[in-house]
């Protein structure tokens, strides 16, 4: 698993393995990122679901209801194939305005 830490947002993926493989890694390493708003970074898999995207509603409402962002990038399934709940953009950039985002309606009380 690669971690690339961008100010208090970390980027995570992994190349060249299983979706279960990585929900494992991820559930592991979640401890030293849960302080850091997280995009995570899919494209390595050649096949995503919505119902692979679904495996990280847990970890995703988890991280969200402590105040910080969680946002998967794939282009493989749409945003509006998932529940409203967890974040799915196509690109890194999207990721980042979107936690920009998020982070002024958190000041805002929004």
Partial sequence: ??????????????????LSIFMENLNKAYPKLKHDHIIVNLFSFSKLTSDDILEFLDISNTHKS?????????????????????????????????????????????
């Fill in 66 to 110: 402590s105040g910080k962002s969680f946002v998967l990038v794939t282009s493989k399934v749409s945003y509006d194939d998932v529940p409203d709940e967890i974040s799915v953009v196509p690109t890194i950039q999207e990721a980042k305005d979107l936690i920009e985002m998020e982070e002024i309606e958190r000041d805002l009380d929004l």
């Fill in 1 to 18: 698993m690669i971690f690339d830490k961008e100010g208090t947002t970390t980027i995570v993926f992994q190349e060249k393995t299983s």
